[in-house]
């Protein structure tokens, strides 16, 4: 596996693959990555002739900077999890490689509704962290294919929606991919490492109550099927921030639902100091 640090050099060796026909898959990250990032690697590698990992904790998406200071760092475990994972390419730049010109800017990216909602109220100026981010590694990159996991769904939309928004050149698609989760149904995050053991005992009834709240909205009105939900988890000790049902396409959130509608379960909540995100398409 090749490292680079610098923004210049990967681009133009990419530019060279990209002359040469061969097609680029990329996996943006944070590290501390886990089993749901390297599947994420197995789809870049199967889908593309060459495989791409960022590693980049961005910290202009992080609304709460004892977030970002926390943010988990295992650069050695995660490169030698990539060399093993048969990653090609590992792109590990420094702050000033990605924002040369600084932190601060005054371009917003144009997400309508979508960075409203959810995530987008709870965390505010999050999403636009995350375009800024993705703009700059899009543009250094350039790939055939973005593979990104629905365990983030919200910011799956919003990474489709600035794909749209970014100039015609860039023909990227996005390969969503589905969330990986432990034996006990916890969704793999990087987050959980700084859950402690009693904490961790308890966070898999998150998912626990996505799928009972699956099942009842079968046959119960949303809006009762999900207060008794967030109930159930505020009672076990979970600070919620949301448990909604929204429409799959455009995460507005839906009053009434039948089994026709594509819609998808969001949630939200502290397990301690540890903020948990996690989803269930109905
Ligand atoms: P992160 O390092 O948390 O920014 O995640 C990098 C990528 O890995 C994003 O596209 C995430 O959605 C994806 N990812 C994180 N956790 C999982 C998981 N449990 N299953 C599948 N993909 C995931």
């Not at 961005?58 to 060399?83: C, G, H, S, W």
């Not at 859950?195 to 996505?210: G, I, K």
């Amino acid at each position: 596996m090749t490292i680079f640090h610098e923004a210049n050099a990967i681009h133009t060796w990419l530019a060279n693959q990209r002359g040469e026909g061969r097609s680029i898959g990329f996996v943006p990250t944070m590290g501390a990555l886990h089993a749901g990032h390297l599947a994420l690697v197995e789809a870049a590698r199967e889908g593309d002739d060459c495989s791409v990992v960022s590693i980049f904790v961005n910290p202009t998406q992080f609304n709460d900077p004892a977030d970002y200071e926390k943010y988990p760092v295992t650069i050695e475990a995660d490169i030698r999890m990539l060399e093993e994972a048969g990653c090609d390419l590992l792109f590990l730049p420094p702050v000033t490689e990605i924002y040369p010109d600084g932190l601060e800017t005054n371009h917003t990216y144009d997400l309508g509704a979508l960075e409203l909602e959810w995530e987008g109220r709870y965390r505010p100026g999050h999403f636009q962290g995350v375009c800024r981010v993705m703009d700059r590694l899009l543009s250094l990159v350039q790939p055939t294919h973005l593979y990104m996991g629905l365990k983030d769904y919200q910011q799956c939309m919003v990474v489709q929606r600035l794909l749209e928004l970014l100039p015609e050149q860039l023909t990227t698609t996005l390969v969503p991919c589905p969330t990986r989760r432990e034996s006990d149904g916890l969704a793999m995050s990087s987050r959980n490492r700084r859950l402690d053991p009693a904490q961790r005992t308890l966070a898999p009834l998150l998912y626990e109550v996505l799928q009972e709240c699956r099942n009842s909205l079968r046959n119960g009105e949303p809006a009762s099927v999900l207060q008794q939900y967030r109930q159930k988890l505020v009672d076990n000790g979970f600070r919620l921030d949301y448990l909604a049902l929204a429409n799959a396409r455009d995460l507005q959130e839906l009053d009434n639902w039948n089994e026709q509608q594509a819609a998808v379960l969001l949630l939200a909540a502290f397990c301690g100091e540890v903020r948990l995100i996690d989803n269930l398409i109905v």
